[in-house]
């Protein structure tokens, strides 16, 4: 079946660096990719999203492309905040169930 | 984009009750509809997908005679915890697909905290 693999955090960082989150996938057919965000109490938020290879999703600084090749969709941004905090979720939605799979999540924590 | 809501937002009852918490999108109609659990720290579960019309299909290992799942319309799915005990408190998120010229997306609900005392 479907799965998603990524990073283990948690992650922390200093303000103004760079943030690299690996995730890859298994999955058959041709699945949608995306990173969802978690603040504390709340839902997912759809942070950016890849339809087929090749693509770039990108939102807020952040971005994932689609690697067909290496079944990888890594979150980065070049220089995260404070407000970046948060647990990110990598997931892949097949195209003919409909339905995602998600990754076991990642804690970010960004200090001043 | 789309908007799902979930009502309500936390809950808190006393073992041996049911609680529903209720799925609706907003402003587009969803013939299905996910309910997810998270419990702290996790990622989320898929329990069952929802299809309006028709009973919901349940993951394996999710009890539906205790997590009764209803999609009476295209924008309403519930979910009842029937006689909930303290390790059925969780975050339980319900998300709503959408199919459009632009291809199939999915919309995820706030959540909702259920606590059982």
């Known amino acids: 079946g479907d799965s998603v693999t990524q990073m283990e955090g948690p992650v922390t960082l200093s303000e103004e660096a760079f943030l690299t989150i690996n995730c890859t996938y298994t999955?058959?057919?041709?699945?949608?990719l995306f990173w969802y965000v978690q603040y504390p109490g709340e839902g997912l938020q759809l942070l950016l999203k890849?339809?087929?290879?090749?693509d770039k999703g990108s939102n807020k600084g952040f971005e994932a492309t689609y690697r067909k090749e290496t079944t990888s969709f890594h979150l980065e941004k070049g220089s995260v905040q404070v407000s970046d905090s948060a647990v990110y979720f990598c997931?892949?939605?097949?195209?003919?169930?409909?339905?995602?799979?998600f990754g076991d999540g990642t804690t970010l924590t960004v200090k001043p | 984009g789309a908007v799902v809501s979930q009502h309500p937002s936390r809950v808190i009852c006393k073992s041996g009750t049911s609680v529903k918490i209720e799925c609706r999108s907003l402003?587009?109609?969803?013939?299905?509809m996910f309910w997810y659990r998270q419990f702290p720290k996790q990622s989320l579960m898929l329990m069952a997908t929802?299809?309006?019309?028709?009973?919901?299909?349940?993951e394996q290992g999710v009890e539906k005679d205790k997590f009764l799942i209803n999609h009476a319309s295209l924008t309403l799915s519930t979910l009842t915890v029937t006689s909930a005990h303290p390790e059925d408190s969780s975050f339980y998120i319900c998300?709503?697909?959408?199919?459009?010229?632009?291809?199939?997306?999915?919309?995820f609900g706030p959540g909702t905290r259920l606590t059982v005392t």
């Open positions: 999955a058959t057919g041709y699945p949608s």
């Open positions: 997931a892949l939605m097949s195209t003919n169930a409909g339905k995602s799979t």
């Open positions: 929802s299809n309006e019309g028709s009973k919901a299909t349940y």
């Open positions: 890849a339809t087929k290879a090749d």
């Open positions: 402003d587009f109609q969803a013939t299905t």
């Open positions: 998300s709503a697909r959408s199919a459009t010229a632009r291809g199939v997306e999915q919309y």
